[in-house]
């Protein structure tokens, strides 16, 4: 495992990050036993930093166990709060003592304000809920001070102009380069020394699984043979900029890829040949993709059941893919609790949560045209009474 030493705060952490948003489940729950053995591998295997959050559901309690037999001193856990939780100092330090139960830990090493805009950083200020964190450091149960930002550039400038931070988080790809904080947000927070992590390295799965013919046969017919997903970590790895990329693995085939590529991948180290596919695969995807979606659901609940991120990922699968299964299994999924895309009232209370500033309203239509055809309810009909 390569590593490589935050200046702002002396730590050395491995390249490859773990992001414990989803772990590894069966039968509709969280596979402990599974998740335990990954987790357990990946620290074994080197990595280091453990990406969690306080609105991760039960991300926080399972890794804390898994921590336990000597595990939580070999890592440094990462761990968020949302402002929108938070009215009072008394709140903030409810929130912050439950996360240590959780982790049953005594220290945070990175503690970061979750998807921060203009508006949440100056209520927290206001609230003067800055001392909460100077104290918690002064004790030592708080070690570094951070934030993750999914919004514009000259906000995310003004934000970390505005106060001496340790460490962000922030989305970043090889189709992500102009895109939200992009490359000059990566550049400009290199050039103030904080520790920089990168969340959606593979964009919500989409580098692998929803890539075109076209990005395939690109790839199948390099001269160098790589996954997917292997492009997109080193086309990150390749900027000396990046210090650690967190990765939602998944599987044990997952980690074992993705900690052989950390251990022997370079700054610097792609050739010029190996940056052109990559151009390539960008604008293959940029071309063919129909709603540029992460899927990370922070446009959920909707209050009137649609599945927004499911209805987009389908769209994109059918625009992709074409064929008629797409619509069908869409249906499947959605037509018994009336999640569809139809079910939009049109109230937009999603749009002004999206990170990704998408139109959601207008991309659910384009969704209910395309899905929802009346030919493909049919077929999903003769599907459900062919299957009981």
């Not at 390249?15 to 998740?35: A, S």
């Amino acid at each position: 495992m390569r590593y490589k030493k935050i200046d702002k705060t002396g730590d050395e952490l491995s390249i490859l990050g773990y992001g414990c948003m989803r772990y590894p489940r069966k039968n509709g729950m969280v596979d402990f036993k599974e998740t335990k053995k990954q987790i357990r591998m990946a620290i074994d295997n080197g990595v280091n930093y453990f990406d969690t959050a306080y609105m991760y559901p039960q991300s926080e309690e399972i890794l804390g166990k898994i921590l336990l037999d000597g595990y939580r001193e070999r890592v440094k856990i990462a761990t968020k709060v949302q402002i929108s939780k938070i009215n009072s100092r008394e709140d903030i330090n409810k929130i912050f003592q439950k996360q240590l139960t959780r982790l049953q830990t005594d220290y945070i090493d990175y503690y970061l304000l979750h998807d921060i805009d203009i508006e949440n950083w100056e209520k927290f200020r206001e609230m003067n809920l800055l001392s909460f964190i100077k104290d918690e450091q002064n004790k030592g149960r708080i070690k570094n001070f951070g934030f993750s930002f999914h919004g514009n550039i000259n906000n995310f400038k003004k934000i970390l102009d505005d106060y001496d931070w340790d460490m962000i988080l922030i989305q970043y790809n090889y189709i992500d380069e102009n895109y939200q904080v992009g490359k000059e947000g990566l550049e400009y927070a290199a050039s103030k020394g904080v520790g920089i992590v990168i969340m959606e390295p593979l964009r919500g799965g989409l580098l692998i699984n929803k890539l075109s013919n076209e990005s395939k046969k690109l790839i199948e017919s390099f001269s160098i043979k790589r996954s997917p997903a292997e492009w997109a970590l080193r086309w990150l790895w390749n900027d000396e900029k990046v210090d650690v990329v967190v990765s939602g693995m998944s599987t044990q085939e997952d980690i074992v890829e993705n900690t052989a590529i950390a251990s022997e991948m370079k700054p610097n180290s792609l050739n010029e040949n190996e940056l052109e596919l990559i151009n390539k695969l960008k604008n293959s995807f940029k071309d063919n993709i129909a709603v540029d979606c992460t899927g990370c659901g922070y446009c959920l609940p909707c209050q009137y059941g649609v599945d927004i991120p499911l209805s987009f990922s389908f769209l994109n699968d059918k625009v992709l893919f074409g064929g008629v299964r797409f619509p069908v299994f869409y249906l499947l999924k959605t037509m018994e609790n009336k999640s569809y895309a139809s079910a939009c009232v049109k109230c937009g209370a999603c749009e002004k949560k999206c990170p990704q500033n998408i139109l959601i309203m207008k991309e659910l239509d384009n969704a209910k045209y395309s899905l929802e055809k009346w030919y493909y309810k049919v077929i999903y009909k003769i599907f459900k009474l062919i299957n009981g």
